[in-house]
């Protein structure tokens, strides 16, 4: 391909702007030797000019606010559920928390009223093996037992908590 | 110029606060975009679709989809690209969808449509330039609603939206170089579009 056809290709683009600089002085240096050049590149001038003055299509005056409303409900949804999940966390941390705290007052309440939580086969010999008594398998079942209670409350509060989010949310 | 630069750089400023602020869940700064971008999205949306209520469509799940992937959006890149590509995906899975054709051939209806300001004239203009330009500017409107998709689009962020190359690169998801041949052959297919309206002469 001659330098005259390399330049030729590149005029379109030249009126559009988007030469790099080397491009750019390439072709200036080219139109000014090649009335044909020149000439081509004049043809794509006003091709150019209209397009960067066409017309502005308007959108619908409501749609500004029906996409907000749109989005902004999105949006809100998804702070909604941020929190949520944060809250979870920190609720889930505290449960634990106060689950293991309050596990030896549990213990020792339990292990005084309540020998009806001791198993039936609490006299095994690994059970026996711990310091001389079935402190091994009352434990975990009592433990289990107490942390059932506190995550079954929990899991009701959460279903509840979510419901009454929804319902709020349909009314808005 | 000084001042031209002072107040570009600003408003790259303000959109920027406007990104960051969105991504921690402001409302308000949701609002600020969706009206900053409202003309230039609707517009683009409605180049590639050519139906005012189908791009309508596409501008509120743009936003819709701007919400729910705005924390995975790095905030030192640049916005206006992130955004067209959201838009550019979901008007072609759009086109895809319902106009499995629309994507390179032309429609019939013309997607032009004329503003109030528009119609008030120039002062400096004669009735009958005045004319001539609104005449000029529907022959190319219609011209450029007859090019393929592809052509409109990298013409319209070119010209409309002025965009570098690089930009539009970032948007379509091509390299510089295909991005700079698309520009090339679109406009020549346009001014043989807009000559093939005048058999024997020139348009002008």
């Not at chain 1, 006299?123 to 001389?132: S, V």
């Not at chain 2, 995975?72 to 955004?83: I, T």
């Not at chain 2, 032009?112 to 004669?126: F, N, Q």
């Not at chain 2, 962020?157 to 690169?169: C, G, N, S, T, V």
Request: hydrophobic share 45%.
């Amino acid at each position: 391909m001659s330098e005259h056809d390399k330049i030729r290709e590149l005029l379109a683009l030249a009126a559009a702007d988007a030469l790099t600089s080397a491009e750019e002085r390439q072709v200036a240096e080219h139109v000014r030797s090649c009335i044909a050049c020149s000439n081509e590149l004049e043809a794509w001038r006003p091709i150019a000019s209209e397009l960067r003055r066409l017309p502005t299509p308007q959108p619908s005056p409501w749609l500004v606010q029906a996409t907000l409303a749109r989005a902004g409900a999105k949006l809100t949804e998804q702070a909604e559920r941020d929190w949520n999940r944060h809250v979870m966390i920190v609720v889930v941390a505290f449960a634990w928390l106060l689950t293991i705290a309050s596990w030896p007052v549990f213990h020792f309440v339990t292990g005084r009223f309540g020998s009806w939580l001791e198993p039936q086969f609490s006299h095994t010999q690994f059970g026996q093996t711990l310091l001389g008594r079935t402190w091994f398998s009352n434990t975990w079942i009592s433990f289990t037992a107490f942390t059932a209670l506190g995550w079954l409350a929990g899991g009701v509060a959460a279903v509840m908590l979510t419901i009454r989010q929804r319902g709020e949310r349909r009314l808005a | 110029m000084v001042g031209a630069t002072a107040l570009s750089l600003e408003g790259l400023v303000a959109v920027d606060a406007d990104v960051v602020r969105l991504r921690r869940g402001d409302l308000n700064a949701l609002s600020e975009l969706i009206t900053r971008y409202q003309n230039r999205l609707y517009r683009y949306l409605l180049r590639l679709v050519r139906q005012p209520a189908e791009a309508e469509d596409l501008f509120q799940q743009t936003w819709l989809k701007v919400v729910e992937k705005i924390r995975s959006f790095d905030a030192s890149r640049n916005f206006d690209a992130w955004l067209f590509t959201l838009a550019r995906n979901l008007a072609i899975d759009h086109l895809r969808r319902i106009r499995p054709q629309s994507l390179d051939e032309p429609l019939a209806d013309s997607w032009h449509s004329e503003t109030v300001a528009d119609r008030i004239p120039c002062k400096d203009d004669t009735p009958l330039d005045h004319a001539l330009a609104a005449e000029r500017r529907t022959e190319m409107s219609e011209a450029m609603a007859e090019l393929p998709m592809m052509y409109r689009e990298v013409l319209t962020l070119r010209f409309e939206d002025e965009m570098k190359i690089e930009e539009i690169a970032q948007v379509t998801a091509v390299p510089v170089s295909t991005a700079k041949s698309r520009l090339r052959r679109s406009l020549e297919q346009l001014r043989y579009a807009l000559e093939a309206r005048h058999p024997g002469g020139t348009w002008q």
